[in-house]
């Protein structure tokens, strides 16, 4: 294992993230697999653990407050998350804090973020009133570390810079070859880059859909690397960026560990030449509408709709279902979501690609209405976390 430092600090670059644990055949956690997995992780020099509020209907908090309990405290950091995204009508810092503690049984965490700041969760963390609390937490020593991690795009990132100046120590972000520009990741690096603030990388494979590739792209990393994982891959590409510190790895299998730990075994960055191919296969993976944002469209929307902010939620959408695209639309006026394209026309006869744009927001629409809508899955989760605090009277 090779570290990264961060303030005087040894981090493993390679950290464990705790949303896709092992689990069992009613869907529970697999604690014992995941002790072992936690074990090996360890014995490796892994010492950077990830869990938040909401991951595994709330269990992951309390699996790892288990499987790390079992290994001393130093040896082991653990980050945890404030679920400001969560929609949760009684949402209370102390209240969740305090649990968050009990649950993972301990006194501090090492590094604690505001959860997924993003468009549609943005006026929970603009209460100062909530970050003052957390602030009192680290002056307690309760929370080592403070940062947050988000979905946001540039203009609200930006808005979140400029609103927490001075008071977060990193950012954790989705970045991978694919979402550099699926995404824009590249523009959000460098927003983050010239705010000084060091990068912790989440979804690196893209939610498992980079650990496998067509056969035609993943025969072209073959060639170069036979006996290497078309996973490793990513993560190679990841050690090539110098803003990058932690990469949390969401493993669900001993296989997944083992194949993690020895592509952190040394550092081996990709070549120049390595990182090109890799950007050109997300280009011919991703697919999707050849939108260049020139905005022509907009000019004629009778509906004064941001199209190409829907082209690129479409393509996003189109690779894979994403919550963050529901997420995404919901965060939008009524007025301006794609289901209220009048399919006139005009936008297409405008659109220098020849992009069939009222077709793309039809499809986007039915895309979006085939699946529960962000909110709704929140309000399904809060219904558990209430019977969570009553069973397990972790209270204030």
């Not at 869990?51 to 130093?74: K, Q, V």
């Not at 001075?166 to 690096?189: H, P, S, V």
């Amino acid at each position: 294992m090779f570290y990264k430092d961060f303030k005087g600090e040894k981090l493993s670059a390679l950290g464990f993230g705790t949303m896709r644990l092992p689990v069992d055949g009613g869907g529970r956690i697999d604690q014992k697999t995941f002790e072992r997995m936690t074990d090996e992780a360890i014995d490796h020099g892994v010492n950077y653990f990830d869990t938040a509020w909401p991951y595994h209907g709330s269990m992951s908090e309390i699996a790892c407050g288990i499987a790390l309990g079992r290994h001393p405290r130093d040896r082991w950091n653990l980050a945890d998350k404030y679920p400001g995204h969560q929609h949760i009508p009684d949402l209370d810092p102390q209240k969740y804090f305090e649990a968050q503690l009990r649950k993972c049984k301990v006194d501090y965490f090492d590094f604690y973020l505001m959860h997924n700041v993003c468009e549609n969760s943005i006026d929970v963390y603009r209460d100062a009133d909530m970050l003052e609390y957390f602030i009192r937490q680290k002056e307690a020593g309760r929370i080592r570390h403070l940062g947050f991690s988000t979905h946001a795009d540039l203009p609200l990132l930006k808005e979140i810079l400029k609103m927490w100046e001075g008071q977060m120590e990193f950012c954790q972000i989705q970045l991978n070859y694919l979402d550099w520009t699926l995404q824009n990741a590249r523009a959000k690096c460098r927003l983050l880059d010239e705010a000084g603030l060091p990068i912790w990388v989440m979804e690196p494979v893209h939610g498992g859909s980079l650990a496998t590739l067509p056969e035609e792209q993943a025969a072209r990393l073959k060639a170069i690397r036979p006996d290497a994982s078309i996973a490793s891959w990513t993560f190679r590409w990841l050690q090539a960026r110098p803003d990058v510190v932690v990469t949390l790895s969401g493993m669900s299998d001993p296989g997944q560990l083992a194949d993690n730990l020895a592509t952190y075994g040394k550092e081996d960055p990709v070549s120049p030449e390595e990182s090109d191919l890799l950007l050109d296969i997300a280009e011919k993976i991703k697919g999707g509408v050849p939108c260049t944002k020139c905005r022509y469209c907009v000019e004629e929307c009778p509906m004064e709709l941001d199209i190409p902010r829907m082209m690129h939620l479409y393509n996003d959408f189109n690779y894979a279902t994403n919550y963050t695209v529901k997420m995404a639309v919901e965060a939008l006026p009524e007025g301006q979501r794609p289901d209220v394209c009048v399919g006139c026309g005009r936008c297409a006869a405008m659109c220098p690609q020849k992009i069939d744009i009222p077709g793309v927001m039809s499809a986007l629409a039915d895309k979006l209405a085939s699946v529960p809508t962000w909110k709704a899955e929140c309000e399904e989760r809060n219904a558990g976390y209430a019977a969570f605090f009553k069973e397990t009277e972790i209270t204030r």
